[in-house]
């Protein structure tokens, strides 16, 4: 096996937060996937489970143990900061990365247009590429993609289990209420 394939294997686990378990995907050089709780355990594990060139792990190395405690305090409604949060977006073209980048800088509670994210990059004009970006944004939270609105500032989609609902439920956590829609527990 060449030095390449050893290094770019990827290890994943689950781990429970106040919202449902979640799973994240890791490499030697960051995280590489992030699963938001689907409606079961085995749900979530089997969706993160999907790709063949990933493998369980008991253990997660302390990087990775830090980014799961982070986590589990942000969805107990903790402000975090995952800005330093080193990720491996080796397979994500230059345009994405630049986004995803762009998405990082936004703070808990902050929002940002789809639009907006693009003029940051330099794309005016380009808020569907971002709306496709975000869709597929392999590291949500991390990369806090329901942060990603529509113009006028609304709720716009969210491709993770539960869709705008779930999306709702993330901004609320983060006091963010758009529109007057009501404040809905869990995930």
Not at 28 to 56: C, F, H, N, V, Y
Not at 74 to 82: A, I, K, L, N, R
Not at 99 to 124: C, H, K, N
């Amino acid at each position: 096996m060449s030095e390449q394939a050893i290094r770019t294997r990827e290890q994943h686990c689950l781990f429970d937060t106040a919202q449902g378990a979640c799973g994240i995907a890791w490499s030697d050089r960051g995280i590489t996937r992030m699963q938001l709780p689907e409606r079961t355990r085995a749900r979530t594990a089997g969706r993160l489970g999907k790709r063949p060139d990933s493998r369980p792990s008991a253990k997660p190395p302390p990087q990775i143990a830090r980014t799961l405690a982070s986590l589990q305090r942000y969805f107990e409604g903790e402000p975090v900061d995952f800005s330093g949060v080193a990720l491996d977006l080796e397979q994500v073209g230059a345009f994405h990365r630049a986004i995803y980048d762009a998405a990082r800088a936004l703070g808990w509670g902050e929002t940002a247009t789809y639009g907006e994210l693009a003029q940051r990059v330099g794309s005016p004009g380009a808020a569907r590429a971002v709306g496709q970006a975000m869709g597929m944004n392999p590291v949500p939270i991390i990369i806090p993609c329901h942060r990603v609105l529509a113009a006028g500032r609304k709720i716009g989609g969210f491709s993770a289990h539960g869709g705008v609902v779930t999306k709702q439920r993330l901004l609320a956590l983060e006091g963010v209420h758009l529109g007057g829609m009501p404040l809905l527990p869990g995930l």
